[in-house]
């Protein structure tokens, strides 16, 4: 007993400072959640008094849902060129901000600015300027000798394609502060060193900068993907999910089924089921965590 209340005096005042978190975490997350997963079980409507408990049928329904099947890969496409292609922008931006340019805050500011605007702003500047009658990017496009330039937001085949560009511009800058941070945390004398054995810029990115910096890749890498798995205010906004269902994904397809149609008990199953894959997709990225990246 007095070895208890010994402890208890002991973590009391770290107990205190994260209480008032954990319950924000519960009202707002984990409470919600579990919510969430009673009503994935049930035909709630949204105005119904009492949900009616109808098992796994939402589950059963969800895989023979040509909607759903194909809202799930528009965004495992859009994940796929999402998360490489903003990775590569900001690694190579952090790299640039840090060994070449000499204007390092301008750029700093210039390339975070977009992930500080307002999304909504940002898909009305887009959509006006992927236009691809009006649009200056055609227009260019047509200048340099492009006869046929894509017609981005009106054509099925490239309208995603569109929306992970602005999604990569937008955010790029936001993973690039983080890499930048993991780069000058990299000790000056493991480059002073590779110098004096002739070894070039090239080599000295390839073995050192990467290990170096593959802890800080690897937890962006998590984050851009989870962040995959979010996008919705692109699609609203740039192309109601169309042409067709092209843009349609995962997120989106959970608003039409609770907000448009009502069907609370079918969009929470949605959902629940967009949380076990990105959990299970996170785990095997933890699992192969150990086989790349160096501490």
Do not use: C
Not at 158 to 184: D, P, R
Not at 195 to 219: H, V
Request: charged share 10%; hydrophobic share 55%.
């Amino acid at each position: 007993m007095a070895k208890f209340l010994k402890l208890s005096r002991e973590y009391a005042p770290g107990t205190l400072f994260i209480l008032p978190a954990f319950l924000l975490f519960a009202v707002f997350i984990f409470a919600p959640l579990l919510y969430g997963l009673y009503l994935s079980f049930t035909d709630y409507g949204g105005f119904d008094i009492q949900p009616n408990f109808i098992g796994l049928k939402n589950y059963i329904e969800l895989w023979q849902d040509d909607y759903f099947l194909i809202s799930l890969k528009n965004n495992m496409f859009y994940t796929l060129m999402f998360v490489p292609l903003t990775l590569i922008l900001s690694l190579l931006s952090a790299v640039a901000l840090n060994y070449v340019w000499h204007l390092t805050k301008f750029f700093r500011m210039a390339f975070y600015f977009p992930h500080i605007t307002s999304m909504v702003s940002i898909a009305i500047v887009w959509g006006l300027l992927l236009n691809p009658i009006r649009g200056p990017i055609n227009g260019v496009l047509k200048a340099i000798g492009i006869s046929n330039p894509p017609e981005w937001l009106m054509s099925s085949e490239w309208a995603l394609i569109a929306i992970v560009i602005v999604a990569a511009w937008k955010s790029f800058g936001y993973y690039m502060i983080i890499l930048l941070a993991g780069i000058q945390g990299i000790p000056e004398y493991l480059y002073e060193s590779a110098k004096l054995d002739g070894a070039g810029a090239f080599k000295r990115f390839l073995y050192i900068t990467l290990p170096s910096l593959s802890p800080t890749i690897f937890m962006v890498t998590i984050l851009t993907f989870i962040s995959s798995f979010q996008v919705f205010d692109l699609v609203s906004v740039m192309t109601e999910g169309g042409p067709g269902r092209s843009t349609n994904v995962l997120v989106f397809r959970i608003y039409q089924e609770a907000f448009i149609n009502y069907e609370m008990g079918y969009a929470s199953a949605m959902s629940i089921v967009l949380f076990a894959i990105v959990m299970i997709i996170s785990i095997i990225q933890f699992r192969l965590e150990k086989k790349w990246v160096t501490y």
